[in-house]
């Protein structure tokens, strides 16, 4: 479940969820109250490194990746749904990304803002704070009113809560 690349290991907080189905493989660095779901793998090779922030989630099936140019970063607070393909981009603080989305090298979902589910976020695409992208390729449709931007912070909150309460992650 956990490898090293080159003598390098994942760093991962004590209190942190990876389901024993995940792979943390490499320069990855995991913070405190993060889940990794089954099946999610998180492969930071290639002279880079992928880091999530506390309080995050990946859930079941999703590839994060880096290239030689660009890292991972995804912030804290973060939801990042069923079968995602991150590939060195960054997710700001308290985003959310719909399940089946593919962000690609260089993009940047601003804190707060929304893919929608099968979104394409092309390379150096840059999905403004506050609001919602959908389509292939994604295209911001709306600015997000305050009850979703409350849903998406307790989304993450309930991975929290979900791993702490059911999981064995000792």
């Given at each position: 479940?956990?490898?090293?690349?080159?003598?390098?290991?994942?760093?991962?907080?004590?209190?942190?969820?990876?389901?024993?189905?995940?792979?943390?493989?490499?320069d990855v660095r995991i913070g405190e109250n993060v889940s990794v779901w089954p099946f999610a793998v998180l492969r930071g090779d290639d002279?880079?490194?992928?880091?999530?922030?506390?309080?995050?989630?990946?859930?079941?099936?999703?590839v994060c990746h880096v290239t030689k140019e660009n890292p991972l970063i995804i912030g804290k607070n973060v939801t990042i749904g069923h079968g995602v393909i991150l590939h060195a981009c960054t997710i700001e603080d308290e985003a959310r990304i719909g399940m089946g989305a593919t962000i690609l090298d260089g993009a940047v979902i601003k804190k707060g803002a929304q893919v929608g589910a099968?979104?394409?976020?092309?390379?150096?695409?840059?999905?403004?704070?506050?609001?919602v992208?959908?389509?292939?390729?994604?295209?911001?449709?709306?600015?997000?009113n305050e009850d979703e931007k409350k849903d998406i912070k307790m989304n993450s909150e309930e991975y929290v809560k979900l791993w702490n309460s059911h999981y064995d992650y000792s």
């Open positions: 479940m956990i490898r090293s690349i080159r003598e390098i290991t994942p760093t991962i907080h004590p209190n942190s969820y990876l389901d024993e189905a995940s792979r943390i493989i490499g002279g880079n490194y992928i880091d999530v922030g506390e309080g995050s989630n990946i859930q079941d099936n999703s099968n979104a394409l976020v092309t390379s150096g695409k840059v999905i403004p704070s506050g609001t992208a959908m389509g292939v390729p994604a295209k911001v449709i709306r600015e997000l």
